[in-house]
């Protein structure tokens, strides 16, 4: 068993899961074994911490440690020890898990959800202090648990979770995860002077079960714009869990929504964010693993976080995500193609398995771009859109390690005029694409080999603006 706080150890892990084609080598991801949520956001000085939810001794999600992570850019992180562990006997002694980090008068500060009992039954909130260089100290504070009971009106004790907080005014508030039985998600709002005495305003809104899921977890709440922004991840149980979005007002109490949609529509879940020094709302998220538990375990490691985005509202009330500009700092050779139609196949020479394309087309005919393709064509995965349908879709060609089979299609409708513009991220097993930066397909492809490089453009009736693909250069082993 590796010690939770020997950074050696932690830097022999990675090297030692370094050959594996599959590891992405440009997105954070830990040094081995589990990871989940992202947990306890906070730029400090100059730096950007990341705490994240991880089983430090193998691939499987089982009583949650908080891991940590700093950087100074967002792209090059550096591993530190584990800060929050269980406790056995204790009010978090079936695991340590999702909660924010927030300033407290010059104190780092971090509010979780800790669990005890079979199952983690028992859902609580509680707090911890930071100190030290790189906040690598961290105390429980004497008055845990600081919030022990869910709303009356949940009707429920088992799932209230997920602390999001932030400050006004007249204080700190705070929204959570949680759900009414029999009706659907729930966000209860909280309101404390000092983050430990918490009064209970009721619920900020209420959902519709059929439309949005039985249980909301991970709701984040903050203002963007004009408007005031929740997200949250929803738990169905007829279909995968979602992230959805909502935009409109908040009057203090209940938050009154105007637009609303998919965050994302495959593998990213879990998402959190911040408000850096910068005004920038930046959020990070979970990338699932499409694999089996045992494929997860055989290869050590398990989770990835997405390329931190910036957050803002479109004229139209949209939500509208773009990878953080420091990513410009990592690419390596480029290549740049002008305007042409685009027939048939037309392969590229600049493919890899760590790339970042930017595409612009004109919205007519079927536009796709073809990658990590097998020199056999016996592998790839494939993006598609189609001006017919206004649909579009990201297919797998190997589906044998997967434990889902089925594309995964969004709706993707251009406005008269507007171009298809493409951002795809490429690394490893990892596949982000995003649409005109409001359509999100997070994907997970596993190429059975290293050769897996190919790269290509496909149409019928299409034409191509601009194309730009960047070889990403390695932040990790």
């Not at 706080?5 to 080598?25: N, V």
């Not at 305003?201 to 249980?215: K, N």
């Not at 963007?224 to 992230?243: A, P, Q």
């Amino acid at each position: 068993m590796p010690s939770l706080y020997s950074l050696e150890e932690m830097q022999r892990q990675r090297e030692a899961l370094a050959i594996d084609w599959q590891r992405p080598t440009w997105h954070f991801l830990p040094p081995s074994c589990w990871m989940n949520d992202p947990n306890g956001l906070l730029q400090w000085g100059d730096q950007y911490h990341l705490f994240y939810q991880h089983y430090p001794f193998k691939a499987v999600h089982r009583d949650m440690h908080w891991g940590h992570a700093v950087s100074e850019d967002l792209i090059h992180w550096r591993d530190l020890p584990v800060p929050l562990a269980p406790v056995p006997g204790s009010y978090d002694e079936s695991g340590v898990f999702t909660g924010c980090a927030v300033d407290n008068d010059g104190v780092p500060t971090v509010i979780y959800t800790a669990t005890s009992g079979p199952g983690s039954q028992v859902q609580v909130q509680a707090l911890a202090t930071g100190s030290g260089e790189d906040l690598v100290r961290w105390e429980r504070h004497p008055a845990n648990p600081v919030l022990t009971e869910a709303p009356a009106i949940s009707g429920q004790q088992r799932d209230f979770r997920d602390p999001f907080v932030w400050r006004e005014e007249d204080g700190w508030y705070m929204v959570l995860g949680c759900r009414i039985e029999g009706n659907g998600g729930m966000i209860p709002l909280y309101r404390s002077p000092d983050l430990v005495d918490w009064e209970y305003l009721g619920p900020m809104i209420t959902g519709d079960v059929d439309r949005h899921g039985r249980m909301w977890e991970c709701p984040n709440f903050f203002p963007l714009g004009d408007k005031w922004v929740l997200y949250f991840s929803s738990i169905h149980d007829d279909r995968e869990n979602t992230v959805y979005w909502m935009a409109g007002d908040f009057d203090g109490r209940r938050f009154h929504p105007e637009t609303d949609g998919v965050l994302d529509y495959a593998y990213y879940y879990a998402p959190l964010c911040i408000e850096d020094s910068q005004g920038r709302r930046l959020m990070w998220g979970w990338l699932r693993e499409g694999r089996s538990i045992s494929e997860q375990v055989r290869a050590d490691w398990s989770g990835v976080q997405a390329i931190p985005r910036v957050l803002s509202l479109d004229s139209q009330q949209r939500l509208v995500m773009e990878p953080v500009a420091e990513m410009a700092g990592i690419r390596g050779a480029h290549t740049q193609l002008g305007a042409q139609d685009v027939d048939g196949e037309h392969a590229l020479d600049c493919g890899s398995l760590a790339l970042e394309l930017r595409a612009s087309f004109a919205p007519q005919g079927q536009v796709g771009v073809k990658l990590a393709q097998a020199p056999d064509g016996s592998y790839g995965a494939a993006i598609h859109w189609d001006a017919a349908t206004q649909e579009l879709t990201v297919t797998r060609q190997d589906e044998s390690l997967f434990n889902d089979s089925e594309p995964c299609t969004a709706p993707h409708e251009l406005a008269a005029g507007e171009t298809l513009d493409l951002l795809v991220l490429l690394d490893g097993s990892v596949l982000e694409v995003i649409a005109n930066g409001r359509t999100s397909i997070t994907s997970r492809i596993y190429p059975p080999d290293a050769n897996c490089t190919g790269l290509a453009l496909t149409g019928a009736g299409a034409r191509l603006n601009a194309l730009d693909v960047w070889q990403m250069q390695p932040t990790w082993p």
